[in-house]
């Protein structure tokens, strides 16, 4: 980042935030006629800085969804939250492989070579990879999500910003909840809590829930649904007061989640059998998929997830300050299978699966105190991640034949099969699965020593200056052996038994030349040259390296600190300033032995405004920011062979923005929120893999996204009280570029928008029994019925002439009843 590029962004960012200073002062004035009935504005305690501070003194872009957002919206998962949140996008189609994205930033890559850019922390423990971030919220308090870089706060992988769960802790009272929702498509869910005081200085916390549902979507051809399933979990919490000065925190976390996966709508129309499509697909032709039937044929189209986890939390109070020490350790398997090419024809199959085992442990020591004029927090951390990987390409020698007649011009098993008709051979060529895949494997280590200290130089003026070393090692291996077809080998080898094979086939201009080794114009088709033949990981570096164990191993470290001037010119007011560092460590593209790429590093300069206003009960913050990021890492695919591959790509961009949020308690019976961001985001520079030059443009980033919620209570006497809650969120539509198009997540076709500008609102109504013990509510989720696309599952479209789609998800409405005691 460089001197110009570090003065343009803090000139920007001041100005631009101090333009908010009488956004909301302006409302100041005389109090409205309810006033003698409002109440004071909730305090909002957060732990963003490794502190307990209250939301209005910290110096960071922050946005709370408190426990009441979670109720209001029946939220399950992060997921069903984002929305809520302007700058926080989350894709949780594929729960297994959730994405992250925070002012435009994300890494998009489901491989464990590549670690995300916005870190999930629960209680404190990073969550990592997406495989085990989208977890069901199970005695949640409340969410944190700070933006911009978080890296001397939270440590790896914050170079976006950080999501930072807090759950419940045990208490010393009994108490206990149980909460019953249904709902349309099926929906059931069940959850319980119990809260047991052991004694003067035990307390244990029980959770479980039980979420199912019949799914929204059906199989046109057999009637099954396509996204149904179960997700179980269990949380157990023990706290234990040891001594005076010492507290003991054990928790425990298990879930079990066994579903459909997303389901693929194909956008192709398809030929009468045996006719195929054209290779590669037509986008002109392209079908909207909102409403259209969808059909499947993927032997076992699933997604599954076991997550075990255990966090130990030891707190030790000396004169001079606190000791904590925490050690987590977090296990998950996963098994995602989805279908590809959106048909049930045996000779368009295509499927892919993942399948992820991962192991993590946590070690750190954090030491904090203050005096007069210094709050102080230091430490020291170790994380270790162990993970295993398969990425695997499913299809059908009848899917092979096709793809080998639309990008060669010859359909290898026709023509064998003709062959063996011919001379009354009982051999049987079609019909055989056929499987490719990439085997990863990772060993990564990071140490990292940090501290952070806010030095009160005045009454009014506070000087902070936070430092994180941090040093990252991975291990890494590729292997990638030849196809698994069994039968169809087997099948192979009796026709050259027979003397069928080898037979020469001339070479067609249609691109059959690619197969002709020795340039005589004939192809040498025998059972060992089919044995050696491999379509979707056939790119040059993988046939190199078939049946190969490719192994690397590097490492990485990084000096991150941040810098913040905060001042508070009056009680109710905090003007601040920052400047950021974040990093992420470098790392390696699954599908390419040998290939690695470099750290990544962003650069973020802040200015905002924070405002109490007792009196008027509002409260809001403004900031503007600029970020320069360096060697950003995200998967694409690489669409200039004639088989797409995912490589990942490297980019550089930069963006300038405004977040903005406020809350008003404008009596004791009406609350309103609201929360803005508008980013301008562009590359600096990048050129995609098919040579298209992105400098200057638009990373795909929308500019503007808005939330804003109201709920308002009417007392019903003696007869408890009814609450009627609405939120409505709205994302602009993406900024596409030249590149988009071939990613499938951005663009406009004849029939429909991938991007276009959304619009969500959810409503509640809810009553509480005069004593709160029972509840009962009604509720809708995406009230309007608005729905999208998501994206192109676009893998089959150069390979078999086939291409699906994904789209959101439809209204969901039903009744909650709850008992408290």
């Not at 802790?169 to 206990?176: I, L, V």
């Not at 997700?231 to 066994?258: M, V």
């Not at 398809?270 to 290779?279: D, E, M, R, T």
């Amino acid at each position: 980042m460089t001197y110009n590029s570090l003065a343009r962004g803090v000139r920007f960012a001041l100005a631009t935030s101090l333009l908010a200073v009488p956004a909301l002062s302006a409302r100041a004035q005389a109090p409205s006629p309810a006033a003698h009935e409002a109440v004071e504005l909730d305090r909002i305690v957060v732990t963003a800085q490794s502190r307990e501070q209250e939301l209005k003194d910290v110096p960071i872009a922050l946005q709370v969804v408190g426990e009441e957002v979670i109720e209001q919206t029946m939220a399950e998962t992060l997921g069903d939250l984002d929305v809520f949140v302007p700058g926080l996008s989350i894709d949780d189609n594929q729960p297994t492989q959730a994405g992250f994205k925070l002012r435009g930033l994300s890494t998009g890559d489901f491989g464990i070579g590549t670690d995300p850019t916005v870190g999930v922390y629960v209680d404190g423990v990073y969550a990592g990879r997406g495989g085990g971030t989208l977890l069901p919220f199970l005695d949640v308090e409340r969410i944190e999500v700070l933006k911009g870089p978080q890296g001397t706060l939270f440590g790896r992988n914050t170079a976006a910003g950080a999501v930072s769960i807090v759950t419940k802790r045990p208490t010393s009272a009994w108490e206990g909840r149980a909460r019953v929702r249904v709902g349309n498509h099926g929906k059931r869910y069940v959850d319980g809590m119990l809260n047991l005081p052991v004694g003067d200085t035990v307390a244990l916390r029980i959770n479980a829930l039980d979420s199912r549902s019949d799914g929204w979507m059906r199989d046109a051809d057999t009637g099954k649904a396509l996204d149904d399933g179960r997700n179980w979990a269990t949380r157990a919490a023990l706290d234990w007061d040891i001594g005076d000065n010492t507290q003991l925190l054990l928790s425990w976390d298990h879930e079990d989640l066994d579903q459909r996966s997303r389901p693929a709508i194909g956008l192709v129309p398809l030929p009468p059998a045996p006719g195929v499509p054209a290779v590669p697909a037509d986008p002109a032709q392209y079908r909207n998929p909102i409403g259209r039937a969808a059909v499947t044929d993927v032997v076992d189209n699933n997604e599954t997830r076991t997550f075990d986890g255990a966090t130990l939390i030891l707190d030790h109070a000396f004169d001079w300050g606190h000791l904590s020490a925490m050690t987590a350790w977090r296990d998950f398997d996963t098994y995602n299978r989805a279908e590809e090419d959106g048909s049930n024809r045996r000779d368009l199959y295509l499927d892919t699966i993942n399948v992820e085992d991962n192991t993590t442990w946590y070690q750190e020591f954090k030491f904090s105190g203050n005096s007069e004029r210094l709050d102080w927090v230091a430490g020291t951390s170790w994380f270790k991640e162990k993970a295993r990987q398969s990425s695997v390409v499913d299809l059908t020698s009848d899917s092979i034949n096709t793809a080998a007649a639309g990008l060669y011009g010859l359909p290898l098993f026709s023509l064998l099969q003709g062959a063996a008709d011919l001379y009354g051979l009982p051999v049987q060529l079609f019909g055989n699965p056929w499987r490719e895949s990439y085997e990863n494997t990772v060993d990564a280590t990071a140490y990292a020593a940090f501290g952070d200290v806010i030095w009160h130089a005045t009454d009014k003026l506070n000087l902070t200056f936070g430092l994180r070393y941090t040093r990252d090692r991975k291990k890494f291996t590729w292997r990638n052996d030849a196809h698994r077809a069994d039968a169809l080998n087997d099948a192979l080898q009796a026709l050259e038994q027979y003397g069928v094979l080898p037979q020469p086939v001339p070479c067609d201009a249609m691109g059959l030349c690619h197969l002709d080794a020795d340039g005589d114009g004939l192809i040498p088709i025998d059972a060992a040259f089919l044995a050696g033949f491999d379509l979707a990981f056939s790119d040059p570096i993988s046939m190199a390296n078939k049946g190969v164990t490719s192994r690397a191993k590097n490492r990485w470290s990084d000096w991150s600190p941040r810098f913040v001037i905060d001042y508070h010119p009056s009680e109710d007011t905090m003007l601040f300033a920052s400047v950021a560092k974040g990093y992420k460590a470098g790392g390696y593209n699954v599908f390419s032995p040998g290939a690695s790429f470099e750290n990544e590093s962003v650069w973020n300069v802040e200015a905002g405004i924070k405002r109490d206003l007792r009196d008027l009960r509002i409260q809001y913050e403004a900031s503007a920011f600029y970020y320069v990021y360096d060697n950003r890492q995200a998967i694409r695919l690489d669409t200039t062979s004639e088989v797409p591959r995912y490589v990942v790509s490297s980019s550089d961009l930069s963006a300038m923005g405004v977040d903005f949020s406020a809350r008003w308690q404008a009596s004791d019976r009406l609350s309103v929120d609201v929360a803005t961001e508008w980013i301008d985001s562009t590359y600096k520079k990048f050129v995609t893999p098919e040579g298209v030059d992105l400098r200057g443009a638009p990373t795909g980033e929308a500019s503007w996204s808005f939330a804003a919620g109201a709920a308002y209570t009417l007392p019903l006497g003696g007869y408890g009280d009814l609450t009627l809650s609405a939120r409505h969120a709205y994302g602009g539509a993406s900024r596409c570029n030249a590149g988009s198009s071939s990613q499938g997540n951005c663009g406009r076709y004849l029939a429909f928008t991938i991007g276009e500008e959304r619009n969500r609102t959810d409503l509640s109504l809810r009553w509480r029994s005069p004593s709160l013990q029972w509840s009962m509510a009604a509720y809708v989720n995406n009230a309007f019925d608005n729905r999208y696309v998501t994206g192109l599952y676009s893998y089959g479209t150069t390979v078999v002439g086939t291409t699906a789609a994904g789209v959101t998800e439809p209204r969901f409405y039903g009744m909650e009843l709850a008992y408290r005691f």
